[in-house]
């Protein structure tokens, strides 16, 4: 019983470099998201999906790339990576959307960018 | 703007006193409301959530949470803290949209033995 899984849990870049941060979930869920998690300000949305072939931007989209080509992948790219990107970042999935319905997360990618 | 505000960054209670952790929401229309608790190094998962039925909402772990329009609240409660409550907690809401959530700044719990 997998739920969401995130890979890596760990990652450290240099400034300028790119990345990928994986998320796949095995509840048939269309209803995919990533958050970045900062000290004191919550969770912030990056992106979400809401479907296979359908994204969206949040609260917080630049420099963040996504794609969503099946119900179970929703992977998070960083094209240029900046020190203002260090965070933990969590992806969320819903059967039904953010409204009613239970978000289920991941354990987290934490990300150092120097 | 809409917002979520958890008043108390840290809260610090002894073990078997009770645990009231605060969150206001600023909008005009009753809004659905959640409350999600993260243990250290893991992701959040939902405690609790108000969706327009009763205004009670019983949880997980023990926990309840009032919604209170008149306030403008959704309190958190447990009447008896336990060591395995020591968490953060992230009140949250969705005012005007299917698929974006409000989040409040969070709440870390500690609890004294």
């Known amino acids: 019983n997998a739920g969401v899984t995130q890979t890596p849990k760990f990652q450290v870049l240099k400034t300028g470099q790119s990345m990928t941060l994986q998320c796949a979930q095995d509840?048939?869920?269309?209803?995919m998201s990533w958050y970045r998690q900062d000290p004191g300000m919550g969770l912030r949305l990056i992106h979400y999906?809401?479907?296979?072939?359908?994204?969206d931007q949040g609260e917080v989209p630049n420099g963040y790339n996504v794609s969503r080509s099946t119900t179970e992948d929703f992977p998070l790219r960083l094209l240029s990576a900046a020190p203002s990107q260090t965070s933990v970042y969590f992806c969320?999935?819903?059967?039904?959307?953010?409204?009613?319905?239970?978000?289920?997360f991941g354990e987290g990618s934490r990300l150092t960018v120097l | 703007a809409q917002s979520v505000t958890q008043l108390g960054s840290h809260v610090s209670v002894s073990e078997g006193a009770l645990v009231l952790l605060r969150c206001n929401y600023s909008s005009s229309v009753p809004p659905y409301l959640f409350w999600y608790v993260q243990y250290p190094n893991q992701g959040l998962q939902l405690l609790l959530k108000y969706t327009s039925a009763a205004t009670l909402v019983k949880g997980i772990n023990g926990f309840e949470a009032e919604f209170k329009k008149s306030e403008t609240s959704f309190h958190l409660t447990k009447p008896s803290a336990h060591m395995s409550d020591a968490a953060e907690y992230f009140c949250a809401a969705n005012m005007d949209s299917n698929y974006q959530l409000i989040w409040g700044a969070g709440t870390k719990l500690i609890i004294k033995p």
């Open positions: 969320a999935s819903s059967y039904s959307g953010a409204n009613t319905g239970e978000l289920f």
């Open positions: 509840m048939n869920h269309e209803y």
């Open positions: 999906s809401v479907g296979a072939g359908i994204t």
